[in-house]
């Protein structure tokens, strides 16, 4: 039997402006990564996001962003690596106070957009944000976006890490994404087709149709997504089809 997880990026809505289908994806994923006010969301979002994942059995993670709302996280901007350490702790601090409100705790960090890609960039910031997260919770996992980050959180001692895999965007053959690519408009059978591949055999098919490693035990879905239901839909089918199991991170790492 294979183990793997289903994530999705949550509570990305704030004040009168809405982003995903929060409520209608959650009842088909085991973790959520949960905005947690710089990129987006607020505070009543953060509260309905939580208490969602709650009432689903919904492992409850952060998701830190830059603090850049104007631009959703995904504009670079300078900032040392204890800046950064700061930024995640302080997300990962208002979250909590939420899951502890509803009496849960939180399971995982994921951080968002461009702070993912300076993670990804630095070594120095990686592994300053990581020892920042051990230094708050040392039972959190940490849920690596690709290979170099997922190395450095192998060597921060103490931290456990799991890899993640995409199936609604496309590989480059250098296991890069191409994340200019919209998610809409794919074919359903397609993406439950990668999820089985990557889930069962730990590999994906690129772009030009060359066969790559990508051993994650974690799935990312785009909730923002128009389609994202009909997609999970379609991976919960396969699900019962082959030998695998959906699990939380908890149960994995």
Not at 8 to 29: L, Q, T
Not at 66 to 94: H, I, S
Not at 143 to 150: G, V
Not at 222 to 227: L, R
Request: overall charge negative.
């Amino acid at each position: 039997m294979v183990q793997i997880d289903i994530n999705c990026d949550m509570g990305e809505s704030f004040g009168n402006w809405r982003m995903g289908r929060d409520e209608d994806v959650m009842p088909y994923i085991t973790s959520a990564n949960i905005a947690a006010g710089y990129h987006a969301g607020d505070p009543h979002v953060m509260r309905d996001t939580v208490e969602m994942a709650t009432d689903h059995d919904v492992g409850i993670g952060v998701h830190p962003g830059l603090p850049d709302k104007m631009g959703f996280g995904r504009r670079r901007m300078d900032a040392t690596p204890a800046e950064v350490r700061d930024y995640v702790t302080y997300q990962l601090g208002a979250l909590d106070a939420f899951a502890r409100q509803r009496g849960v705790r939180l399971q995982h960090v994921k951080p968002h957009g461009a702070m993912y890609s300076m993670l990804s960039e630095s070594s120095e910031h990686a592994r300053a944000a990581m020892e920042g997260i051990l230094d708050v919770d040392e039972d959190l996992i940490y849920l690596a976006t690709d290979m170099h980050i997922y190395e450095v959180a192998r060597d921060v001692e103490g931290l456990r890490a799991v890899f993640e895999g995409y199936v609604d965007i496309d590989y480059r053959a250098d296991r890069s994404l191409i994340v200019e690519q919209s998610v809409a408009d794919k074919d359903p059978e397609l993406v439950a087709d990668r999820f089985v591949s990557i889930a069962t055999d730990g590999v994906v098919e690129t772009a030009n149709g060359e066969e790559i490693d990508v051993p994650a035990e974690s799935i990312c879905i785009h909730g923002d997504n128009p389609e994202a239901v009909e997609l999970l839909r379609a991976i919960h089918a396969r699900i019962e089809e082959h030998d695998i199991e959906l699990a939380s991170l908890d149960e994995i790492a």
